[in-house]
Every structure is written in structure tokens, then in C-alpha cells.
């Protein structure tokens, strides 16, 4: 949110989250701050398909792309180009 204020066009602003569980709460954040960012419930991965993404219930910024600890959910994978092609970027 803090980073979306600062932008001259806050509609240009893509924010990439895997931990599905996370979602609505940057949602109720860009709500509650009248943000414009776009949310991707996705991975930055270079492998096509889903990738598995190891959830920690009880600290968010340890979850990690792969299997090991957590609950495992499956999220689709993205390429840093094909986000950017998506969201019109020609440049980051």
C-alpha cells in the first residue's frame, strides 16, 4: 500500500503473492487504503504448470516455493516475462 501511494499511475501495479491464504488480507489492505495494485495469486517460477508452495500457518514470510514443512498447496507458476507481457509492462 505504501509503495501504491507513491506511484503516478497506481493502476500499474502488480503485487505477485503464492500463499493463497494471504490473498484476502492484502485485499482488506487495498480496501481499507484505497490502493489501486493488482493482486496475482500465483509463483515466479521458470517451470510451466503449477509449482508446490509449503505453507507456515504461524510465520507467512517463511513460506517457500517446494515441499519441505508446512501444509503444501499447489499454485500456478508464472515467468517473470510472461507477468510482464500480462500486465503490459514493456520494461521493469
Known amino acids: 500500500c505504501v509503495t501504491n501511494r507513491r506511484l503516478e499511475d497506481r493502476s500499474r501495479h ?3 503473492e503464492a500463499n493463497p491464504a494471504l490473498v484476502p488480507l492484502l485485499e482488506e489492505h487495498r480496501r481499507r487504503n484505497l490502493a489501486s495494485f493488482v493482486i496475482r495469486n500465483c509463483a ?7 509449482v508446490s508452495f ?9 513460506s ?4 519441505d514443512g508446512g501444509r503444501v ?9 510472461q507477468l510482464l507481457l500480462e500486465a503490459g509492462f514493456s520494461s521493469c
Do not use: C
Open 14 to 16: 502488480v503485487v505477485v
Open 44 to 50: 515466479l517460477a521458470y517451470q510451466p504448470g503449477n
Open 54 to 62: 509449503a505453507v507456515n500457518e504461524t510465520d507467512p514470510l517463511s
Open 64 to 67: 517457500h516455493v517446494g515441499e
Open 73 to 81: 498447496v499447489s499454485v500456478p507458476a508464472i515467468t517473470l516475462r
